[in-house]
């Protein structure tokens, strides 16, 4: 009897997630297109900072992104470890990838 209430448990669970998912598709696809999208800025900014010390100015002319939007980028990968906050050059500090993440490494 124990399994049994179990197994329906289960299968109420399951039931309710799988109308969750349905309902929630378009969101789901729309949240994952956002992502990609997001994916593909941050890697273009590890990429010019790959290349050594970049401004954020230097970045966002690099990738044809907002200044903004970098700086955003860039507050994330620091706050994570994959940039580190180098010299001030001007009024812009310049950043570069952390060791260990540089891809000529």
């Known amino acids: 009897m124990r399994d049994s209430t179990m197994d329906n ?11 969750l998912r349905a309902e929630r598709k378009e969101m789901i696809k729309a949240a994952s297109a956002r992502m990609k999208i997001q994916k593909k800025k941050i890697e273009a900014i590890k990429e010019q900072l790959n290349n050594g010390e970049r401004t954020i100015p ?48």
Do not use: C, H
Not at 9 to 19: E, R, T
Not at 63 to 71: D, I, M
């Open 9 to 19: 448990n289960d299968k109420s669970k399951k039931q309710a997630m799988k109308q």
């Open 58 to 105: 230097e970045v966002a002319e690099a990738t044809g992104l907002e200044p903004a939007e970098v700086l955003w980028f860039v507050a994330a990968l620091k706050k994570y470890g994959e940039v580190v906050e180098g010299e001030k050059d001007g009024s812009f500090f310049r950043y570069q990838l952390a060791a260990g993440l540089s891809r000529a490494e």
